[in-house]
């Protein structure tokens, strides 16, 4: 049982580049969650999905951040032209159902370290 | 607003002792609250899952407890070890799927 999956691990960017970070939920979740850490922080929730939908995005930065988890393969969290300020660990979770059943449960993947050189 | 809060950021305890991780949180209206375990560098590893209509779940050293009425929540672990030492955190989720994390109680088992 292959436990939720996000590559690279580790991401080096310089300004202006684009960094595209993937996601490979746990077999038979259908709910993706990005959070992003930053230095020194606690988790900060980014956005949800489920396949095709975007279903809460308040976490999300208006510019320059996009996600999606198209009906086959992985989930992108994109981010355009990155500065420094977006250095910081992602990561992804996933669950087989959302809500208060025990279904719920949030599975994190390993994160990708990004850092904007 | 809907905040969690841990506290103390850190803590330092002997080998053997048995010990107590809080969490608040600012609204009673909460679908589940999830504790995870973080070690340096790495992921977070789902430790206990507290839904809403629960008091408490266990799992082998780790009890974790949830009362509404105060916006507590509590994760007692038996018999530390310095393999525990790492970063606990506890998670709500408060009528929605997203989770709202607290900073962290990093914590050190002094051999």
């Known amino acids: 049982n292959a436990g939720v999956m996000q590559n690279p691990r580790h991401l080096v960017r310089r300004r202006g580049q684009e960094a595209r970070l993937r996601c490979s939920p746990m077999?038979?979740?259908?709910?993706v969650y990005w959070y992003r850490q930053l230095p020194e922080e606690g988790l900060k929730f980014m956005v949800y999905?489920?396949?095709?939908?975007?279903?809460?995005e308040s976490g999300m930065p208006k510019e320059r951040f996009s996600a999606e988890f198209p009906k086959e393969g992985p989930s992108i969290l994109r981010i355009q032209q990155v500065v420094r300020g977006d250095s910081a660990a992602y990561f992804c979770a996933s669950s087989q159902t959302s809500g208060v059943s025990i279904l719920g449960e949030q599975f994190f993947g390993p994160g990708t370290r990004l850092t904007v050189l | 607003k809907q905040e969690v809060t841990q506290i103390p950021a850190a803590l330092s305890v002997p080998e053997g002792e048995n010990l107590v991780l809080n969490c608040s949180f600012t609204d009673s209206a909460i679908y589940n609250l999830q504790w995870f375990r973080q070690d340096p560098g790495k992921g977070l590893t789902s430790l206990l899952l507290?839904?809403?209509?629960?008091r408490e779940q266990t799992s082998g050293r780790l009890n974790a407890s949830l009362d509404k009425s105060s916006g507590r929540s509590t994760l007692y672990i038996a018999a530390s070890q310095p393999g525990d030492s790492a970063t606990y955190l506890c998670a709500a989720s408060f009528g929605n799927e997203k989770l709202t994390f607290g900073t962290g109680t990093r914590l050190t088992i002094i051999p």
């Open positions: 999905l489920q396949k095709e939908n975007i279903i809460d």
């Open positions: 077999k038979g979740h259908s709910h």
């Open positions: 507290i839904q809403s209509s629960q």
